[in-house]
C-alpha cells in the first residue's frame, strides 16, 4: 500500500474536476498533501480552498484578481501568485508528485508539457492537451519516464480493464457516451434548443462547456482522440456506443473476442481517486452501485448525421497533423458562442467544419505550430461568428 503521502498541483482546482479532486485528498488526507491550487477567474472560491488545505502555492491567473487573493490570504503558509506563466512556473516544483490537469480546454497544453519536462506525473483531466498534441506529449512523456493517468471516466474505465492485460492484444475500444439531453432529438427539434436547455444533463454533473460538448457529441469526439493517443491504437480500433445509463463507463474487446467493462455509477471522484492512488485501491464511502436499481442497460448507434461532431472528430484524427487541435480550438469559439446565445446549436457544427476546410494544414507541427494553429483558428471561428451569425443560426 501507499506508505508516503503524496503532494499533489491542482490546475483548475475551482472547476468541477478540482472540486471534487479536493474532496478525494480530504477524505484520504495520510495519502495525500495538497501543494498547489490554481484558477481562472474564481478568486472567492480559490481563498476558501486555500484557506482549508493550506497549499504552498496558490495561482490566480486573472491577473486582476491577485489583490484580492493577496490579501485575503495573508498571514497564511500560502504563497499567492498570478498569471497563465505562473501555473507554468509552480508545476516544476520539486516537491509535486502528480500534477492534476484540470484546467479547460487548449489552456492546459503549455502547463502540463511544463510538469512533464519536470518529471512530474500527470492526472489528465484537460483531454484537450491529448486531442491538441497527442503525438507530442506522448513522445515527452515516455521521454521524461512520466505515467499518463486518464481521469475522464471513459478512459479510466479503459485503463482499469488493462491492468494485467499488457501482454494481450486489443481489438477494440468501445468508449460509452450518454447521449446528453438531445438523445433521440431531430435536426428541426435541435435548430431552436437553448444553452440552458443544453445544459441539463440527464447523468453527469459538469462545467458548462464540457456539458454542452457532451450534448453535442463533440466531447465523445474528443474522448476517440485522446483514446488513439493514450492507448496507441489506430482509428479503426475505437468505436463509440450510446449508453444512455452511464453505468458502463467503457469497455476492452481484445484478440479473442472477450470483453471487459469497468462499471459503477456516474460518479467522478471514483476515477479521480483511481489516478492519483494507482495501482492501489484505496477503500471509500462513495455509493455502491445496486443492479436491481437498473434493471435494463441499453445500447445504440450514434446519430452522426444529426450530432456531425463527432463524424468531423473522427475525420480530424484520421487527417492527423494540426486538424484537431483546428477542431479544438473551433469547438471551443463555437460552444462559447453558444452559451451566449451568438449561434445555434446545429450551427456549431458549420463553424467547426468550416474551420478545418479552411485553416492551413501542417501535417507534421511543432509545438510553435499548434500555439499559432490555435491561435488563427480562433481568430477565424469568431469572424464567422460576427459575419454569418443568421447563416450559421439556420
Not at 139 to 167: T, Y
Not at 281 to 307: C, G, H, I, Q, W
Not at 330 to 352: P, Q, R, W, Y
Not at 365 to 391: G, V
Amino acid at each position: 500500500m501507499i506508505n508516503t503521502s503524496k503532494h499533489i498541483a491542482i490546475l483548475g482546482s475551482t472547476g468541477s474536476i478540482g472540486t471534487q479532486a479536493l474532496q478525494v485528498i480530504s477524505q484520504n488526507s495520510q495519502l495525500f498533501k495538497v501543494h498547489t491550487l490554481t484558477a481562472q477567474n474564481n478568486a472567492e472560491l480559490l481563498i476558501k480552498q486555500c484557506l482549508e488545505f493550506q497549499p504552498k502555492y496558490a495561482v490566480i491567473c486573472n491577473e486582476s484578481k491577485y489583490g484580492e487573493v493577496q490579501t485575503a490570504l495573508a498571514g497564511t503558509v500560502t504563497k499567492v501568485l498570478s498569471g497563465y506563466e505562473s501555473v507554468k512556473q509552480v508545476v516544476t516544483d520539486a516537491d509535486i508528485d502528480i500534477v492534476i490537469t484540470a484546467m479547460v480546454g487548449f489552456a492546459g497544453l503549455e502547463p502540463t508539457i511544463d510538469a512533464i519536462k519536470a518529471g512530474k506525473d500527470i492526472a489528465l483531466a484537460n483531454k484537450e492537451t491529448l486531442v491538441v498534441a497527442g503525438e507530442l506529449i506522448t513522445a515527452l512523456a515516455a521521454k521524461h519516464k512520466v505515467r499518463l493517468l486518464p481521469v475522464d471516466s471513459e478512459h479510466s474505465a479503459i485503463f482499469q480493464c488493462l491492468v494485467g492485460e499488457e501482454n494481450n492484444e486489443i481489438e477494440k475500444l468501445i468508449i460509452t457516451a450518454s447521449g446528453g439531453p438531445f438523445y433521440g432529438k431531430t435536426a428541426e427539434f435541435l435548430l431552436d434548443v437553448t444553452p440552458e436547455s443544453a445544459l441539463k444533463h440527464p447523468n453527469w454533473v459538469m462545467g458548462a462547456k464540457i456539458t454542452i460538448d457532451s450534448a453535442s457529441l463533440m466531447n465523445k469526439g474528443l474522448e476517440v482522440i485522446e483514446a488513439k493517443w493514450l492507448f496507441d491504437l489506430d482509428l479503426s480500433q475505437i468505436d463509440v456506443v450510446v449508453h444512455p445509463q452511464s453505468i458502463i463507463h467503457s469497455m476492452v474487446q481484445f484478440r479473442d473476442g472477450s470483453i471487459k467493462a469497468q462499471m459503477g455509477l456516474p460518479d467522478m471522484k471514483l476515477p479521480i481517486q483511481y489516478a492519483l492512488t494507482y495501482p492501489n485501491r484505496v477503500k471509500n464511502a462513495f455509493k455502491r452501485f445496486d443492479f436491481t436499481e437498473y434493471p435494463t442497460l441499453t445500447f445504440d448507434k450514434p446519430d452522426t448525421a444529426t450530432f456531425r461532431n463527432l463524424d468531423i472528430a473522427y475525420k480530424a484524427l484520421g487527417k492527423g497533423g494540426n486538424a484537431p487541435c483546428v477542431i479544438n480550438a473551433a469547438n471551443e469559439i463555437a460552444v462559447e458562442g453558444f452559451l451566449k446565445h451568438k449561434t445555434g446549436f446545429l450551427a456549431m457544427s458549420d463553424i467547426i467544419e468550416t474551420c478545418m476546410e479552411r485553416i492551413e494544414f501542417i501535417a507534421d507541427p511543432n509545438l510553435d505550430d499548434y500555439l499559432n494553429t490555435d491561435k488563427q483558428t480562433r481568430i477565424f471561428a469568431r469572424e464567422l461568428l460576427q459575419k454569418m451569425p443568421k447563416a450559421l443560426t439556420h
